[in-house]
């Protein structure tokens, strides 16, 4: 365009095409030229930068020069300089600065180690800074005494409180101060000043379960003195990984994560928490229903912290990252999570159980579960015991689903599981043997039976029906005549132990004698039908409690493996053959049964044609 512009005003003062060819040319290379000055120019000013940064004795000057540059956002920074502020001569400079900082939002005093009196010097210039929302202030005492800690917490919290500050974050990871250190900043998490707080992070700071009790009470005082005066605390982000909170600590800050509901993110890897702890946290992110992120890694769940923290899950709608990695969940956790990912966690991104003792058959339930997940990005399954034919049929299956690139390594598989593992000792299972003295409400209960109504107009029918499950019989299950279609009733879905009991017992009544084998079967449908119609988490904590039983799924705890019976896999036959067994049942079995036909090889025809129903179920959905 401006050449364009140039011909026309040469045009107009009557200049020939002679003149005009000359001053074009003229015009080209007196812009060459100053573009190579440019050049030139750029060349000299990039040489002196790499020269001074060169020769400089200390590069840690240029790099406090930069960090302490004001970049619009008022954070004052003196990240990672290393140094040993000791005294208040020691600190003058940095002092100065934020006396001068006018409208300082944010000191970052990271990576340097700061003695009492040091911090004291500090906080007598944070007493007018009303407007500090942001302090990073970990990794900040490296080499100080722990009784040192405190005291030099307690002068910066009491500054800004004097100050009036209202704190939106505050990091003080990677500080080893102990519980004496949590009631360092004790006062100042109780204050007007932590009303506003949204992210604290408290990562690596030794706190361990008196420290965990002290923090969980803090944060409660917040909350209620914040709501009496119409604003409550509405914590977004907490962080405090790698602090031996235990059961104890663990459950405490529990109560008061439920008080607030307002968690986004919530991480607490290596703590030393195990299923009693994992139950507690459960049950308290059930009540914050904006939950992003939950990241408990190398905790100790089992099946009872799995469970529970599957059910939580059932009620959360805006998770994108789970990080249950090194949590021991097991297959039957594992099962669990595929429930919930069946019918819920809309927009998860991350799926971490990595290292859970998982092994082929669950990991499979697992990767079956993802395939209806549009967001997903990740899904870790390495560490298991999935065996190498495991890991490569895993692989075919994402594969085959068109999200192999989400499978993160499987390099550090276990191998498979040795069969002759002991069971796990870790948590008291419950106790399915039954005896023999029991009166009727302990039958009932041990049986999956819930008495709803004692009233005499029920009592006879209630009693009939009571009476069959809890010891069935081919007489028994005659009697029953039309009441048979009323035992559904009696089942109580939420107990998947005694259901799978109530199952595998009228299973084993079956007879291919017409008459017998129609009253088994429409028994069958009845009480099946009402299982798997339940949510889907409840009909697939029944069907592995069932898989369990058949010795198909390696429990933990006191379950014992029935003693199989070809009845038991016809009935199964009949049923999935049933429009109550969704295609998500049948894929669950059929993976289960076709990587474990050995264990029923006692039935071995019953086997045959309940894998044969199954297949042709598999083959119809495609």
């Known amino acids: ?15 020939n095409e002679e003149e005009d060819r000359h001053h074009n040319v003229t015009w080209f290379r007196n812009r060459r030229a100053v573009r190579k000055e440019r050049c030139v120019f750029a060349v000299i000013v990039l040489d002196t930068i790499f020269c001074f940064i060169m020769a400089s004795d200390d590069i840690a000057r240029l790099a406090d020069v930069l960090s302490k540059t004001h970049v619009g956002d008022g954070e004052l920074s003196y990240k990672g300089l290393g140094l040993k502020l000791d005294n208040a001569e020691s600190v003058q400079g940095l002092v100065r600065d934020i006396e001068q900082y006018q409208g300082l939002r944010a000191l970052c005093l ?22 500090l929302q942001r302090c990073y202030w970990s990794d900040m005492f490296t080499g100080r005494l722990r009784s040192e800690i405190p005291t030099a917490l307690r002068s910066l919290g009491s500054a800004l409180m004097s100050a009036g500050a209202r704190l939106t974050e505050l990091d003080l990871s990677d500080n080893a ?11 100042l998490l109780k204050s007007p000043s932590c009303h506003t707080l949204r992210e604290l992070r408290l990562n690596n700071c030794g706190m361990g379960i008196g420290g965990g009790k002290i923090l969980a009470e803090a944060l409660t005082e917040c909350y209620r003195k914040s709501s009496a005066v119409g604003a409550p605390l509405k914590l977004r982000v907490f962080v405090a990984g790698r602090n031996r909170l235990e059961n104890e600590g663990a459950s405490a800050l529990a109560k008061a ?5 307002s968690l986004e993110e919530v991480h607490m890897p290596q703590n030393g928490i195990n299923y009693a702890g994992v139950i507690a946290l459960a049950s308290a992110m059930q009540q914050n229903p904006k939950l992003r992120v939950l990241n408990f890694n190398d905790n100790t769940f089992t099946k009872k912290g799995t469970l529970a923290m599957a059910q939580a899950l059932r009620h959360l709608r ?19 999570l595929a429930a919930v990912l069946k019918e819920g966690l809309p927009i998860l991104k991350e799926l971490n159980v990595s290292f859970g003792e998982i092994t082929e058959a669950a990991a499979l339930v697992v990767a079956q579960a993802v395939m209806d997940k549009p967001h997903m990005e990740k899904v870790d399954l390495n560490g298991n015991c999935l065996g190498e034919e495991g890991c490569e049929a895993l692989r075919e299956v994402m594969e085959n689903m068109d999200k192999g690139d ?3 390594s499987l390099s550090d598989d276990e191998g498979e599981p040795d069969e002759e593992d002991d069971d796990d000792n870790e948590e008291e299972e ?21 008495r709803k109504d004692d009233s005499p107009t029920k009592h006879q029918s209630s009693a009939e029906i009571m009476s069959f499950l809890s010891c069935p019989s081919v007489e028994k299950l005659t009697q029953l005549g039309e009441m048979r279609t009323t035992l559904h009733q009696q089942v109580d879905a939420s107990d998947p132990y005694k259901a799978a009991d109530v199952f595998l017992k009228i299973a084993s009544l079956y007879k291919e004698e017409p008459e017998m084998k129609t009253a088994v079967l429409e028994t069958i449908d009845v009480v099946l039908k009402k299982l798997l119609c339940e949510t889907t988490f409840h009909s697939y904590r029944f069907l592995s409690i069932l898989l369990i039983k ?8 006191k379950m014992k493996k029935e003693s199989l019976v070809p009845g038991q896999l016809l009935c199964l036959e009949h049923a999935v053959q049933q429009d109550y067994f969704s295609q998500h049942h049948i894929s669950l079995l059929y993976t289960f049964i076709s990587k474990n036909s050995d264990a029923l090889k006692s039935c071995r025809s019953a086997s045959e044609r309940l894998s044969s129903a199954l297949q042709k179920r598999c083959h119809d959905q495609h």
Do not use: W, Y
Request: aromatic share 4%; hydrophobic share 40%; proline share 1%.
């Open 550 to 557: 058949l010795g198909l799924l390696k429990g933990e705890g």
């Open 406 to 408: 989400l499978l993160a």
């Open 110 to 131: 990271e990576g340097n180690t700061v003695g009492v009196e040091a911090a004291q010097t500090i906080a007598k210039a944070l007493e007018n800074k009303d407007l």
């Open 430 to 450: 419950e106790d399915s043997s039954d005896e023999c003295n029991e009166d009727d409400d302990d039958i009932l209960k041990e049986n999956g039976v819930t």
């Open 318 to 336: 805006n998770v994108e990252v789970i990080n249950f990695g090194d949590c021991l969940v097991r297959s039957e956790g594992a099962i669990a």
């Open 257 to 261: 994560f439920q008080l607030m509901g």
């Open 177 to 187: 101060f102990g519980p004496d250190g949590v009631k360092g900043i004790e006062q």
């Open 1 to 15: 365009m401006a050449l364009k512009h140039r011909k026309v005003n040469f045009c107009s003062v009557g200049i």
